[in-house]
């Protein structure tokens, strides 16, 4: 396969990349299933060193039985712990979203705040969590979601060479319009799950491959021709 590398400024190259993955996943949106704000901050929550999927067969029964702020501030620790065990971490996990759950009664009303500085108040929140909750259950754009995938493939594809999430996402504000912010690191992580994988990318079908700056180092058999 010869793919002729394009020499591109990093901020033309994520705008690039930002107009791909769009046309390669034009339906992409958020994996958690929900009905409120505080069911997604909750889901987002559980996600945390687990899969999308497992927290989508555990979240049903988790929200059957606690819908809201209130009977989550209020429900058994134990029983709460019982539902969400097999997401992992899940003395942590139950602590965090119980004690989210109480700031959110006492101090907002029973309502999920819609403020970035608010939401990073919360017990179990960083901006990850907050990104989330902000672009997905209010519509703003505050920031990047970085999560795992977003971590690798930001780097893969040289948009930064910032290992710490919240620099990360500050070169990755930077390169981006705001308004994409978020459906940027949704495709992302489609790309991420579907094609350019932790342990073996398949940069052989990546439609991304003829940008990137790491597709000849992690699939020697490309033949790479560099544009003058």
């Known amino acids: 396969m010869s793919i002729t590398r394009k020499r591109t400024s990093k901020k033309q ?49 988790l929200f059957a039985r606690f819908p809201d702020a209130i009977s989550l ?53 960083a901006r990850k969590t907050a990104n989330v909750v902000l672009a997905h259950a209010f519509g703003i754009n505050q920031g990047v979601t970085v999560d795992t995938h977003v971590t690798r493939l930001s780097a893969r594809l040289g948009l930064t060479e910032e290992t710490n999430p919240v620099k990360i996402e500050r070169d990755l504000m930077r390169l981006l319009p705001q308004p994409d912010w978020e459906n940027f690191s949704i495709r992302i992580i489609y790309h991420g799950r579907a094609v350019c994988k932790a342990r073996k990318p398949n940069c052989a079908e990546c439609q991304l491959s003829h940008i990137c700056p790491s597709a000849e180092v992690l699939n020697p058999k490309l033949t790479r021709q560099t544009a003058i």
């Open 13 to 61: 190259r994520a705008l690039e990349i930002l107009i791909l993955l769009k046309r390669l996943y034009p339906d992409a949106t958020c994996s958690l299933t929900y009905q409120t704000p505080v069911q997604l901050l909750v889901a987002t929550i559980l996600s945390a060193q687990c899969t999308d999927e497992r927290v989508n067969l555990v979240t049903p029964v």
């Open 73 to 125: 501030a209020n429900c058994d620790r134990e029983e709460l712990e019982s539902i969400i065990r097999s997401t992992g971490f899940y003395r942590n996990k139950a602590k965090n979203i119980q004690g989210a759950c109480q700031k959110i009664v006492s101090e907002f009303g029973g309502e999920v705040p819609k403020q970035m500085e608010k939401l990073l108040t919360l017990p179990g929140v």
